[in-house]
């Protein structure tokens, strides 16, 4: 299709509409200052972005401009020859046109002495993020956990211009002391972190000062051979530990956070202390794995759960508390037995309003709801909810002033299940909505299914003031 106007100084001119070209000749985007192509070209991966040097004599050395590093030595598995992907890299990183990087990303999966140069190369250029992951031993063989290469961490660590930094399966040795003046994010997956400075074999303690730090991720336990770490990070918005298991010596974990926002932790009991030394987190998830077949008794795994829940700080608005089993060879009921007293060193959660809590008998349940006075929403499966129980029980709170929502979870009518609705439908005074999540009929059974059916139409029938409402999951 062509268009037909009359220019400024009146003659007829045709344009096409399918390609618009300058006056030159040229494309449009071929006319854009080097450093806007640059731009243009980071969005791409790196090695599609140097592919663009033969377009044309234009095009040929455009790449240099660009601020966005990619690199990965594997293709959907596949492997890339070792010194033909060495060779790239140094190609591209000793041809840079741009005086600053944005961002530096390796994945690797061979292993490699070029590293430490790389980084090198990449920190002379003022990078701001830098993303490194070495693939894990279960997808290719070079990096198993025990032969992992040291990570040359000195030069990294000593960067002061560094806005992020995420490094995952390395193992790092660190200095005593490390200040990080411009870190705003630090992401730590499958790391081993430690410090052997000074006497050797001896556990030392670690400082790590992070003054504008806005969110620390990690992923698995990343402290080993330390006597304590210290984190210094005063401007902490999220911290989140994720899939945190350890059974080594003890060691002593301080977080000195003072205005804290959202705090994650999901994992098992640890051989360690954890010290948090917040003002107040608005938001807390704390996820927990009861474990019979541990070294450590379930007992002790609970005082380790009692500590992790009074540190200072954790008065949530939110919280999220779920206490799981896993691989439990004794009954749930003979476990939790054991772990009622642990409840005293427990402080009331003044503000928590949501508590999710996975397989609690009645006296543990019973004991967390009346140390939560405002709480407004409960989700929970039942187990060991005697009538005797329930009789001498002293009322919590919560079901007086503030519990306004229940959710039972695999609810499948059981006597333990049935007594505790009923318990919950009679006292909870402001109660505004009940969902009873159950599976399907050919999952359950048509006889349990009937009778999970049945109960709940009467509640309707008895509450029918409140939101009753059955929700299948498969």
Partial sequence: MELSYVNAS??????????????NGRDIISDLPNHIIGSILSFLPTKVAVRTC??????????????????????????????????FVYRVLRHLDSSMIDSFSLSLCYNYAHIKEWISLVLSRKVKKVYLEAQSKHQYQEFPTKKKKEFPTNSLFECQYLQELCLKN??????????????????LSRMSVTTTFGVPNEPKDLTLNFPVLRKFETEGWPWYHVKSVTLQ???????SMDDCRYH?????????????????????????????DAVDIVSANINIMLYDGSSNSIQEQMVFVSKLLSINGLNAASLKLCLSREQLFESVVEVFEKVRDSLNYIPDFQIL???????APGDLLLGILSKSPCLETLVLKVQDFGKTLLDSA?????????????????FAATTHDLNFAEFVLKNAVVLEKITFSCSPPKK????????????ILSYTRRFNSLDIKLEIVP
């Fill in 353 to 359: 309003s949501h508590l999710h809590l996975d397989l």
């Fill in 233 to 239: 990070m005063p401007l902490l918005d999220v911290l």
């Fill in 10 to 23: 009146g003659r007829y001119e045709i344009e096409s509409s399918q390609k618009q070209v300058s006056n």
């Fill in 54 to 87: 033969v377009l044309s004599k234009r095009w040929k050395n455009l790449w240099t401009f660009v601020r966005e590093l990619s690199f990965q030595d594997h293709f959907h598995r596949i492997k890339i020859k070792k010194m033909q992907f060495v060779q």
């Fill in 248 to 276: 080594g010596p003890h060691v002593e974990i301080n977080y000195c956070v003072s205005h804290l926002i959202k705090f994650n932790y999901t994992g098992r009991f640890l051989s360690a202390t954890i010290l948090v």
């Fill in 444 to 455: 359950l059974g048509q006889k349990k299914w009937k009778k999970v059916r049945d109960n």
């Fill in 170 to 187: 390395f193992r790092i040795r660190l200095r005593p002391f490390i200040t990080l003046s411009s870190l705003t994010v630090l992401k």
């Fill in 394 to 410: 002293l009322m919590p709170g919560c079901f007086l002033l503030t519990l306004k929502v229940v959710k039972f979870e695999r």
